[in-house]
């Protein structure tokens, strides 16, 4: 069946507009984009848009799934119907799970375990090092074979920097990813915050803004050294830009990514210890978030992901320090990311740049483009839509979101893979 899309503002990332006009797809593919309707053939279903916002569906880098190991937070099947109702199409997942993705065993089961269950695309990432203890360098190639997007450790530094070297120089032969954390991993042990007036008021143990621009400077190093492909998973403070500047204008193949807590929350909302905002690195200053989102909007941090990392209530309930880190993202990710566009620090092209376009480039994925031939992997949305965010209505196993009880703004009205829907609402 052939679909046609009428009555839409399609947002363009790769433009850069917001043009009024029709969209069709055929065959799971994007075969027509233009300002008036043609003539339809008999097959085809029309889907008014009313004047709402077609824009191609938002690519996840770095969502973690809890299978295997802790399927009681999040399995495939409940994160895949979190991120079509949040308007992801795509979820490139992390390997932080229980064994570690790090072999080719193991990424193949993922995979399955994915196709069968996820209503969205799944593209799975695999470790850097054997069970991401940074000693001993995991099979690349094979793994690559196997389908590995890109290699990383996640929130493990490796502080072995022989160690990290030798993988950035195999990495490189291969043409291979790495995503790395860019945190000095002493000065940032057992932190709970940003250091600070307010971390010290509250007698949390803190870390300064720098542990994060030390970490940067010394894999800046590495891949000059190395010529490795790079992305820092997150850059959220203000101390970090310039260096991260000046590695791009030296035409380092460089990357960085930021996630939607650290551009629209701040250490502040922490508040009386509430372990739902306890994240890592930890929320920062408003004048690093501010920092950031403008970074966002110039290009110089270029993708925003939810970093949607499910932890159970055991987890979260307790004392701040003792608490586990992390926040789900999948169904606010959109919402939330409405809040930089009504506080005007981008527009909605230069935001689905960042959420769609680039990481499908970085990682050389089809989607994230509303052009003939690209995947019709697509999400319908209202960006002015009120409500107020409920996280027991959450389709995510685990719940632990800091945007409960807020209002918000931003309603995903469908979500379409393939030009086939996975997700209709209300």
């Known amino acids: ?169 195999y990495a490189r032969s291969l043409g291979a990813l790495v995503i790395a954390h860019p945190q000095e991993p002493i000065l940032s042990k057992g932190a709970a915050a940003t250091s600070g007036k307010f971390a010290s008021l509250r007698g949390l143990p803190a870390v300064s803004p720098m542990a994060e621009r030390m970490g940067l400077d010394r894999d800046i190093a590495l891949i000059e050294m190395t010529g490795a492909k790079y992305h820092a998973d997150q850059i959220t403070t203000a101390r970090a830009l310039p260096a991260l500047e000046r590695a791009k204008n030296n035409g380092l193949d460089i990357t960085a990514g930021i996630g939607i807590h650290h551009l629209t929350l701040n250490a502040l909302d922490v508040a009386d210890y509430r372990t739902f905002f306890k994240l890592k690195p930890p929320l920062r200053d408003e004048d690093d978030r501010i920092a950031v989102a403008q970074a966002v909007a110039s290009g110089l941090i270029d993708i925003i992901c939810s970093m949607h990392t499910p932890q159970d209530e055991e987890s979260k309930r307790l004392p701040f320090e003792e608490a586990a880190s992390g926040a789900v993202g999948l169904e606010t990710l959109l919402p939330a990311a409405m809040r930089l566009v009504h506080a005007e620090l981008m527009d909605l092209p230069t935001l689905w740049r960042a959420m769609s376009l680039n990481p499908a480039k970085r990682l050389g994925l089809p989607g994230g483009r509303l052009r003939a031939g690209a995947p019709a992997d697509l999400v319908l949305f209202d960006p002015d839509a009120p409500f107020v965010m409920d996280r027991s209505t959450l389709r995510s196993k685990s719940r632990n979101t800091p945007f409960d009880g807020t209002r918000m703004q931003g309603k995903v009205l469908a979500t379409y893979v393939a030009g086939t829907c996975v997700y209709e609402g209300s």
């Open 1 to 169: 069946m052939t679909l046609h899309f009428t009555n839409a503002k399609l947002i363009d990332p790769e433009s850069g507009r917001i043009t009024s006009g029709t969209l069709s797809v055929d065959q799971g593919k994007i075969s027509k984009i233009s300002a008036d309707m043609a003539p339809l053939p008999a097959n085809a279903k029309v889907i008014d848009c009313k004047g709402k916002y077609l824009a191609p569906g938002i690519v996840d880098l770095g969502v973690k799934v809890c299978e295997p190991g802790e399927r009681h937070k999040e399995s495939y099947r409940s994160a895949g119907m979190a991120a079509a109702a949040g308007g992801v199409t795509t979820m490139i997942t992390r390997p932080d799970t229980e064994p570690a993705i790090d072999s080719p065993e193991v990424l193949e089961f993922v995979t399955r375990r994915a196709n069968e269950a996820a209503p969205v695309n799944v593209v799975p990432m695999a470790a850097l090092t054997k069970g991401r203890a940074g000693r001993e360098m995991t099979e690349i190639g094979f793994l690559m074979d196997a389908g590995a997007a890109a290699f990383t450790d996640c929130d493990r530094v490796i502080t072995d920097t022989k160690v990290f070297a030798r993988a950035l120089t």
